[in-house]
């Protein structure tokens, strides 16, 4: 891992978010450029790229709402209702709903430009007692609105950038590597990241058993451990499939890590947004 | 607390949803329920609701036992995905341990109807807290038994969800009930169970008559002094249902107790 974090070359500079955060730390807000590398052959922004921005907007809140104390990502869900398309920015409105003594819970509402839904997140938390490596509260709240440098930007569409490996596209089971660019503060692959793994195992998996080019328009995301080594593999458990919509388990493993169990997500992919 | 709870205060919720469970290996629970009339929904199945309150139960129950010694638990979000409305039973609720946290624990709970191949019926993921109770966490006999069957139910039939819980419409959009006592569970504020039939309640009420096929549930507060109102806003439509976004609120409380993001889709 770079010992500057995010190094120069980092998924959290290339998706160019910009923050504002209210000083009160009970809320703030986040906004992604949507561009062609982050979206589905269906147009619109992957639901990954959408939870990658989630998880950033939120886990910066919730560290302020826990503050002294420290925190680990417990779940993440996400709702996709309406499609950012190319040329638009999508703005992320993150709120606490509970601080307490051992979970903060945050919603992220997710918006367009013409203040329409997008969808709408959930993430939660647990309260850690605080150690010494963890960043401090204030320099994430006093920190530059961007990470953005000039020249930032994907240069490869999304999955292309995290090389995925489609292993068996049929079964859902995909090889993602764990490389720098896509590392947290933690040097473990992001949150947002792990989302994305999960949708595009879970979106292949359901379009080959309903024959619909379906794309992943919710997703569950539930952290149990950290992908440190890699590849990260999924494993596909289709559980049911309707006209028009289908739902899926997807469990990630580290494969390098003997196969530890990092997480298990339930996705719902449909025929996508309007 | 022994190992056949037959009769303790706040187990009404259970007794009403007719779960059974056995602790088969080291903390893997399997409950059992039978798919009574008084738990179906308008479609025929057994309500969403309830299923959610299967899987808290049995979910919940496996967590607790995950957390012992040190402590007890407490629901803090639940999700759960239905994949088949139409049910034979019996229900089997399987719970096994994914993760034991310093202060979570995670349970993944599956419902398969016995009665029709195994099917799998609801898929989920429970999330809850570890605390310590006042008096202590509570004592086990393991391999845990419990039967919380309703004692003398073949004689009187029980009333259907809506009618058991006392539930009422409030406009176009929300579904509110009082605190009951039977409602409460064993540490004195509304039964988590309860809590999600209320928003699949409202879910229902805010479609026309929507199927609760997906949720997503934070407990934020408890409820302790009612009335409990779920209200309920429509996101946005698309080729699985409508995603509604539901608040639960103790009104004579006024504080928000629950958020819930719910997938209703159309029963026709």
Same mark, same amino acid.
């Given at each position: 891992?770079?010992?500057?974090?995010?190094?120069?070359?980092?998924?959290?500079?290339?998706?160019?978010?910009?923050?504002?955060?209210?000083?009160?730390?009970?809320?703030?807000?986040?906004?992604?450029?949507?561009?062609?590398?982050?979206?589905?052959?269906?147009?619109?922004?992957?639901?990954?790229?959408?939870?990658?921005?989630?998880?950033?907007? =939120?886990?910066?809140?919730?560290? !302020?709402?826990?503050?002294?104390?420290?925190?680990?990502?417990?779940?993440?869900?996400?709702?996709?209702?309406?499609?950012?398309?190319?040329? !638009?920015?999508?703005?992320?409105?993150?709120?606490?709903?509970?601080?307490?003594?051992?979970?903060?819970?945050?919603?992220?509402?997710?918006?367009?430009?013409?203040?329409?839904?997008?969808?709408? +997140?959930?993430? !939660?938390?647990?309260?850690?007692?605080?150690?010494?490596?963890?960043?401090?509260?204030?320099?994430?709240?006093?920190?530059?609105?961007?990470?953005?440098?000039?020249?930032?930007?994907?240069?490869?569409?999304?999955?292309?950038?995290?090389?995925?490996?489609?292993?068996?596209?049929?079964?859902?089971?995909?090889?993602?590597?764990?490389?720098?660019?896509?590392?947290?503060?933690?040097? +473990?692959?992001?949150?947002?990241? %792990?989302?994305?793994?999960?949708?595009?195992?879970?979106?292949?998996?359901?379009?080959?058993?309903?024959?619909?080019?379906?794309?992943?328009?919710? @997703?569950? $995301?539930?952290?149990?451990?950290?992908?440190?080594?890699?590849?990260?593999?999924?494993?596909?458990?289709? @559980?049911?499939?309707?006209?028009?919509?289908?739902?899926?388990?997807?469990?990630?493993?580290?494969?390098?890590?003997?196969?530890?169990?990092? #997480?298990?997500?339930?996705?719902?992919?449909?025929?996508?947004?309007? | 607390?022994?190992?056949?709870?037959?009769?303790?205060?706040?187990?009404?919720?259970?007794?009403?949803?007719?779960?059974?469970?056995?602790?088969?290996?080291?903390?893997?629970?399997?409950?059992?329920?039978?798919?009574?009339?008084?738990?179906?929904?308008?479609?025929?199945?057994?309500?969403?609701?309830?299923? @959610?309150?299967?899987?808290?139960?049995?979910?919940?129950?496996?967590?607790?036992?995950?957390?012992?010694?040190?402590?007890?638990? $407490?629901?803090?979000?639940?999700?759960?995905?239905?994949?088949?409305?139409?049910?034979?039973?019996?229900?089997?609720?399987?719970?096994?341990?994914?993760?034991?946290?310093? *202060?979570?624990?995670? #349970?993944? %709970?599956?419902?398969?109807?016995?009665? +029709?191949?195994?099917?799998?019926?609801?898929?989920?993921?429970?999330? !809850?807290?570890?605390?310590?109770?006042?008096?202590? &966490?509570?004592?086990?006999?393991?391999?845990?038994?419990?039967?919380?069957?309703?004692?003398?139910?073949?004689?009187?039939?029980? &009333?259907?969800?809506?009618?058991?819980?006392?539930?009422?419409?409030?406009?176009?959009?929300?579904?509110?009930?009082?605190?009951?006592?039977?409602?409460?569970?064993?540490?004195?504020?509304?039964?988590?169970?309860?809590?999600?039939?209320?928003?699949?309640?409202?879910?229902?009420?805010?479609?026309? =008559?929507?199927?609760? #096929?997906?949720?997503?549930?934070?407990?934020?507060?408890? *409820?302790?002094?009612?009335?409990?109102?779920?209200?309920?806003?429509?996101?946005?439509?698309?080729?699985?249902?409508?995603?509604?976004?539901?608040?639960?609120?103790?009104?004579?409380?006024?504080? #928000?107790?629950?958020?819930?993001?719910?997938?209703?889709?159309?029963?026709?």
């Amino acid at each position: 891992m770079a010992a500057v974090y995010p190094p120069d070359r980092h998924l959290l500079r290339d998706l160019r978010f910009t923050f504002d955060h209210d000083a009160d730390g009970r809320r703030s807000r986040a906004w992604m450029p949507v561009v062609t590398e982050l979206c589905t052959d269906l147009g619109h922004a992957r639901a990954g790229a959408l939870a990658t921005l989630v998880d950033v907007i =939120g886990g910066g809140l919730a560290a !302020s709402a826990a503050a002294p104390g420290w925190i680990a990502t417990a779940d993440l869900t996400l709702h996709l209702v309406g499609a950012a398309r190319p040329g !638009s920015t999508v703005e992320a409105r993150a709120e606490v709903l509970r601080a307490g003594r051992t979970t903060v819970v945050i919603e992220v509402a997710l918006v367009d430009e013409d203040d329409h839904d997008v969808g709408i +997140a959930t993430m !939660s938390f647990a309260v850690l007692p605080r150690r010494d490596t963890n960043p401090e509260v204030a320099l994430i709240r006093d920190s530059p609105p961007t990470m953005a440098a000039p020249d930032s930007r994907l240069a490869r569409p999304l999955l292309d950038e995290l090389g995925v490996d489609f292993v068996d596209r049929d079964r859902g089971i995909i090889d993602v590597p764990v490389i720098d660019w896509s590392l947290n503060s933690m040097g +473990a692959i992001q949150g947002g990241v %792990v989302a994305t793994v999960a949708e595009v195992a879970a979106e292949q998996a359901l379009r080959a058993a309903t024959g619909e080019p379906l794309v992943v328009t919710d @997703l569950s $995301v539930t952290y149990l451990g950290f992908g440190r080594v890699g590849p990260v593999r999924s494993d596909v458990d289709v @559980l049911g499939t309707g006209a028009g919509h289908g739902s899926a388990r997807v469990e990630l493993v580290d494969a390098g890590a003997e196969n530890r169990r990092m #997480t298990v997500v339930h996705a719902v992919a449909t025929r996508g947004l309007g | 607390m022994n190992e056949r709870e037959d009769s303790g205060a706040g187990r009404d919720v259970g007794r009403y949803m007719g779960v059974s469970m056995r602790e088969t290996d080291e903390l893997h629970l399997v409950g059992h329920a039978a798919v009574a009339t008084h738990l179906r929904g308008p479609g025929g199945g057994v309500r969403t609701g309830a299923l @959610l309150t299967m899987l808290d139960n049995v979910g919940g129950l496996g967590g607790g036992l995950a957390a012992l010694p040190d402590g007890w638990v $407490v629901s803090t979000n639940l999700t759960a995905r239905v994949v088949a409305l139409a049910h034979a039973g019996p229900l089997r609720i399987d719970s096994v341990l994914l993760r034991r946290g310093r *202060n979570n624990v995670v #349970t993944g %709970v599956q419902i398969r109807d016995e009665g +029709a191949r195994d099917t799998l019926v609801a898929s989920g993921v429970l999330t !809850s807290a570890i605390l310590v109770p006042e008096n202590g &966490p509570p004592q086990w006999s393991r391999p845990l038994v419990l039967d919380t069957a309703w004692q003398g139910a073949s004689t009187q039939p029980l &009333p259907p969800i809506r009618e058991w819980l006392g539930a009422r419409t409030v406009g176009d959009d929300s579904v509110e009930i009082d605190l009951a006592a039977e409602l409460r569970n064993p540490w004195g504020i509304l039964h988590g169970g309860v809590v999600a039939t209320l928003v699949d309640l409202a879910a229902e009420h805010a479609t026309d =008559g929507g199927w609760t #096929t997906d949720v997503v549930l934070h407990f934020l507060a408890p *409820n302790r002094v009612g009335p409990v109102r779920a209200s309920a806003r429509v996101l946005g439509r698309r080729s699985d249902g409508h995603v509604l976004r539901v608040e639960v609120r103790d009104v004579g409380a006024n504080r #928000t107790t629950a958020l819930a993001i719910v997938t209703a889709a159309a029963t026709a």
